[in-house]
């Protein structure tokens, strides 16, 4: 399980991507590349009322959301971990649980990789499965990665993104996706100990905090033409 958090966002139009990198780039911090850009790919479960949707839009304090993870470009090689993610107020932290097999999106019933998953997945994860059972988005976008020297403050891009609708569908709809707008989301990231370093950041961020999920936009979008 991963310590307390801050995890506070930022979002523009994609036309000032290159106005953000330079950003991150010229930031007295002196921020670094810690990982090359890579596709990031989130399977998002919840109950059949969509309640985690309903706990975000009315502002619950106390949150939680899961969700399959994996990274790359593919869909039908598919490899990660479960990961539960818990927000308080403006803290966060996750556990996560890997999953040691490969699934084929293109091919399997939700029924199939539910009952298999369940079938491997021991503990808390297995709880929680069961409870938020019900595949409802798929979204994937790009992300970039920077961090301080001292690797205490982390700063993420992420754009193209693209979501998928699952609620209707008995296997993974990978073709109709949701309407979503163009946008970038800047994430800066640090332990709940360096707030003060977290408010520096930010006040030097030429955009304005604002919420974000991608898993609610992305819902929200594909709902609207359900």
């Not at 990961?83 to 403006?90: D, R």
């Not at 929680?128 to 409802?136: A, D, E, F, H, I």
Request: aromatic residues 12%; charged residues 20%.
């Amino acid at each position: 399980m991963e310590s307390f958090r801050y995890e506070i966002k930022s979002i523009c139009d994609a036309i000032y991507l290159p106005d953000v990198r330079a950003w991150v780039n010229l930031h007295p911090d002196a921020f670094i590349e810690a990982y090359p850009p890579r596709q990031v790919n989130s399977l998002y479960f919840d109950t059949r009322e969509i309640d985690c949707l309903t706990d975000n839009l009315i502002g619950t304090g106390q949150r939680r959301k899961l969700r399959f993870r994996w990274y790359g470009d593919s869909y039908s090689a598919v490899r990660g971990a479960l990961e539960l993610k818990h927000k308080s107020n403006q803290l966060g932290w996750k556990e996560r649980y890997p999953i040691p097999f490969t699934y084929d999106l293109t091919t399997m019933s939700w029924n199939a990789l539910l009952e298999h998953m369940q079938e491997h997945v021991h503990g808390p994860f297995s709880v929680w499965l069961s409870s938020l059972n019900q595949p409802v988005l798929i979204n994937s976008y790009i992300r970039e990665y920077y961090e301080t020297m001292d690797r205490h403050v982390r700063v993420t891009i992420d754009y193209d993104q693209v979501a998928y609708e699952q609620i209707v569908h008995l296997t993974p709809n990978l073709a109709i996706k949701a309407s979503l707008p163009d946008h970038v989301v800047v994430e800066v990231k640090a332990d709940a100990t360096q707030h003060r370093r977290v408010s520096n950041v930010l006040s030097s961020f030429p955009l304005q905090v604002s919420r974000n999920s991608k898993y609610v936009n992305g819902l929200i979008e594909s709902l609207c033409f359900l």
